[in-house]
Each structure stands twice: as structure tokens, then as C-alpha cells.
């Protein structure tokens, strides 16, 4: 069974910096695409970032791009978000996600998810 685990989450201020981490049980970041997503109070779930099977693809959204950095470690089962320039209109809860099929996943619609963790920016 797939579990995804995610930390790193917390209050930082505007400009300041977080790391988010998602751990995975059963070897799936070797084997399928991977994604972060974020979603707010009375929002949509959005897509934020994606990485390839290989790790050698990334995919951003236009509001992270040159801000955030998605990476993985397929022999830890690891992937991670390193979130810089942070801004108050990122305060979100903070989904990583994983799916066979990296078009369904950034689509919001992939098959394993983890619980999330908050981030909250303050101004």
C-alpha cells in the first residue's frame, strides 16, 4: 500500500525560506511521477510543481516559478520543495502526490496523496 508522508510546513515570514519533504512507502518516486500541490481556505486545489519518474523533467506553475525548486531522491523515496521569496498569498495547505500517468497527476486527479502540511507566510 502507498503511503505519502509529507513535513515541513510552518509559519515563516515574507521573503523567508521552508523545505518541504514528502516520504514514500513501496519505492513509487523510482517508478512514477511526483507533484506538489497547495490549496487554500474557500479555494481549489492548484497545482504547484511536478517532477519526472527520472527527475530529470520539472514543471512549475507561473506563480513559483523562479521561487520554488521541486526535487526528489529515488533511493530515499524522498522528494522535496524548497520554497524561497515566499509571499503571503502562498499560505496554503501543501499536498504531495504521485501517479502513473504525469498528465492526470498535474491535473489534481493522480492516484496517491498524502495528508498535507500547512504553511502559513505572514507579511
Known amino acids: 500500500q502507498v503511503q505519502l508522508v509529507e513535513s515541513g510546513g510552518g509559519l515563516v515570514q515574507a521573503g523567508g525560506s521552508l523545505r518541504l519533504s514528502c516520504a514514500a512507502s513501496?519505492?513509487?518516486?523510482?517508478?512514477?511521477?511526483m507533484g506538489w500541490f497547495r490549496q487554500a481556505p474557500g479555494k481549489e486545489r492548484q497545482f504547484v510543481a511536478a517532477?519526472?519518474?527520472?527527475?530529470?523533467?520539472?514543471y512549475y506553475a507561473d506563480a513559483v516559478q523562479g521561487r520554488f525548486t521541486i526535487s526528489k531522491d529515488n533511493a530515499k523515496d524522498m522528494a522535496y520543495l524548497q520554497m524561497n521569496s515566499l509571499k503571503p498569498e502562498d499560505t496554503a495547505a501543501y499536498y504531495c502526490?504521485?501517479?502513473?500517468?504525469?498528465?492526470?497527476?498535474?491535473?489534481?486527479?493522480?492516484?496517491?496523496w498524502g495528508q498535507g502540511t500547512q504553511v502559513t507566510v505572514s507579511s
Open positions: 502526490a504521485a501517479d502513473s500517468n504525469r498528465e492526470r497527476l498535474m491535473s489534481a486527479a493522480g492516484d496517491y
Open positions: 513501496g519505492r513509487i518516486f523510482s517508478i512514477y511521477p
Open positions: 517532477i519526472s519518474r527520472s527527475g530529470a523533467d520539472t
